[in-house]
Structure formats: C-alpha cells, structure tokens
C-alpha cells in the first residue's frame, strides 16, 4: 500500500525536473487522494506498519550480526517514519494550523535554501 503513494510522489519529483508547475499540478491531483481522512489514515498505517515491522525484526533477532544489506534495511525501516513525521508536520500540519497550502515551491524554498541540510537528509 506504501508503494502506492510512494510511486507517484518519486514520479512527481521527477516531474519537478522539467516543470515546477507540471510538479504542482500533480500535487494537487494527489492531494486529493491521500490529504482526505482516508488517504491519511491509510498512510499513516502503512508507515506505523513499516516502522514496527522493523522493531519487530530487530528484536526478534538473537544476536546482533547480520550482513550489511540487512542491517541497512533494518535501519531505514526505523528511520522512515521520524523522517516521514518531519516532513508531514512540516508541510500538512502546518498548512493546517496556520491555513496555507504548502506548494512545491515552498517545500523546495524551505528544504534547499533555508535549511539546505535538511536536503541532505
């Protein structure tokens, strides 16, 4: 289900590219989705879901060794959704609370010149 916001969300960045508006206007189409209640609701799930199905493969480990491509899984599947939650506050929940809508051009103004680490991350 997570692959079903995902794929659209990379192939609207890959839009940003060629076209900041094309970018916007696949935002807003998308936000009709998963904006609502149950789009939300939906997401939020599949990332809760991520992120305790990797605890739940850490702990049911009996030691800690491993290959490096299952500790690196293992990792991104706990850092998914802290990193998910800053960008969902920084965009929906503030968009929410101070009654804007959060444009592509002021998510890339945000992340890349005000706080080019943030980029990064």
Do not use: C, K
Not at 23 to 48: D, K, N, S
Not at 50 to 57: D, E, S, Y
Request: charged share 10%; net charge negative; no cysteine.
């Amino acid at each position: 289900m997570l692959a079903a916001f995902v794929i659209p969300h990379v192939i609207n960045h890959a839009l940003g590219l060629v076209y900041l508006q094309v970018m916007e206007a696949m935002r807003q189409v998308l936000a009709v989705i998963w904006q609502g209640p149950p789009g939300g609701w939906i997401l939020l799930a599949a990332f809760l879901t991520h992120f305790f199905l990797a605890l739940f493969a850490l702990f049911s480990r009996s030691t800690l060794r491993m290959p490096l491509w299952e500790g690196v899984q293992i990792a991104l599947g706990l850092l998914i959704f802290p990193l998910v939650l800053v960008h969902v506050i920084g965009t929906a929940v503030v968009g929410e609370l101070l009654n804007f809508d959060p444009t592509y051009e002021y998510v890339i103004t945000s992340i890349w010149v005000a706080e080019p680490i943030r980029g990064v991350q």
